[in-house]
């Protein structure tokens, strides 16, 4: 099981309230919880541990007001501003447990005492400072580790993203160029040419899945997970094994329509790794698939159908009574249900291609950070 990683927590305080500061830097999905008796807190960000998700859990040393105490999430850190309940006096410490957590500081830059009116004794003053020095000599080490990380995932995303668009860039030149100068002729020898290149792409593209899961992209798992694993399961289980269906047309059409898709992508994805806007590059993304993923789906639906006669005839993948494991399995029926699967789950993907379409090209409202908590 994975552990749980904890932000570095810098606190300070007056009379009559706490200031906390969470070091994490684009803070995504807040799940935070202010009560009288303590806070609850969890996101994902980019910590002292790097891209991942944070969590902790204090119970303060005396209550405070939930309603008259707010948070707000920066590019940078998230910060409270919590009101002390009761009498204005000043906390002997932020928990009610001693000693404090590890990545609990004082946040010397808002720190008031009582004796602050009074003049700090030379020991105080040394330990302040050496206690900043630290803390700035952390810091420092921090971002240089983050940026590290950071420049590695840039170059690793970039590179991968990249290598991919070849590999479909020449699937679509080639395969356009057969249709344009020899038509529909001799289609097993353009299968053979292409699947290779289309082949290494697809089993690639199961990165795709690992990206979201390990943090090194912001994106959902479901979508990739469909696409993907749908692809390959018709790629290396339905078209491969079937020497017949691989000289029809219509699987070189669904090549063709699967790598037209991913080379208007890749190149977008590409641009966001080194923080390029391109409008043409973001148009294509967000437009080009609405032609393309219906007739995707409908050729890999039609793909299917024409491979049917085959495994019906060779009885291949199929299992026959009486075997050893006493069970009957009829693969024709499993591709009969692979169809139904596409039709039931096309209009999802579609729906959220269109959804990511609108959000992108919806005008953008000034965002918000103030939030009160009831």
Same mark, same amino acid.
């Given at each position: ?7 570095i927590v810098y606190w300070a305080q007056t009379e009559d309230n706490i200031s906390l500061k969470v070091d994490l830097r684009d803070t995504s999905d807040p799940d935070i919880d202010v009560t009288a008796e303590g806070l609850y807190f969890k996101a994902f960000g980019v910590g002292a541990g790097g891209l991942h998700e944070y969590e902790f859990q ?9 309603? +008259? ?69 952390? !810091? ?32 679509? %030149? ?7 100068? /020899?038509?529909?002729? #001799? ?43 749908? +692809? #390959?399961?018709?790629?290396?289980? %339905? ?17 063709? %329509? ?52 085959? /495994? ?10 009486? #075997? ?32 990511? +379409? ?6 953008? !409202? ?5 939030? !009160?908590? #009831?």
């Open positions: 099981m994975a552990t749980t990683l904890h932000p204090m119970d303060f040393y005396r209550n405070v007001n939930p309603d +008259r105490s707010a948070y707000r999430v920066m590019d940078r850190a998230v910060e409270f501003n919590l009101t002390k309940d009761g009498p204005a006096l000043f906390w002997p410490r932020l928990t009610r447990d001693d000693p404090k957590p590890a990545w609990l500081r004082i946040d010397f830059d808002k720190w008031k005492s009582e004796d602050d009116s009074d003049e700090e004794d030379e020991e105080a003053v040394m330990k302040k400072e050496q206690e900043e020095q630290m803390r700035q000599i952390e !810091k420092e080490l921090l971002e240089t580790k983050e940026q590290a990380f950071a420049d590695l995932k840039t170059v690793y995303l970039f590179f991968f993203n990249l290598l991919q668009f070849i590999g479909y860039a020449y699937v679509v %030149v080639y395969l356009f160029c057969r249709y344009a100068f /020899y038509g529909k002729e #001799n289609m097993k020898e353009a299968f053979d040419r292409a699947i290779i290149p289309l082949g290494i792409c697809q089993m690639f593209a199961f990165l795709e899945i690992l990206h979201p899961l390990i943090g090194l992209v912001k994106t959902g798992i479901m979508a990739p997970l469909m696409q993907v694993v749908g +692809r #390959n399961v018709l790629l290396f289980l %339905v078209i491969l094994p079937n020497p017949e269906v691989q000289s029809d047309p219509m699987v070189c059409y669904l090549f063709l %329509v699967w790598s037209s898709v991913e080379v208007f992508r890749y190149p977008f994805y590409m641009a966001g790794v080194i923080d390029y806007s391109s409008e043409v590059l973001t148009w294509l993304r967000y437009t080009v698939w609405i032609p393309l993923y219906p007739l995707g789906f409908f050729s890999e639906a039609i793909v299917i159908f024409l491979s049917i006669p085959f /495994y019906d005839d060779t009885g291949k993948f199929s299992l026959s009574l009486p #075997n050893q494991y006493n069970i009957s399995f009829y693969f024709p029926y499993w591709l009969y249900a692979h169809i139904a699967i596409i039709v039931c789950l096309a209009p999802s993907l579609i729906s959220h291609m269109w959804r990511q +379409r609108q959000r992108r090209f919806r005008p953008k !409202k000034p965002r918000t950070f103030h939030v !009160k908590l #009831n």
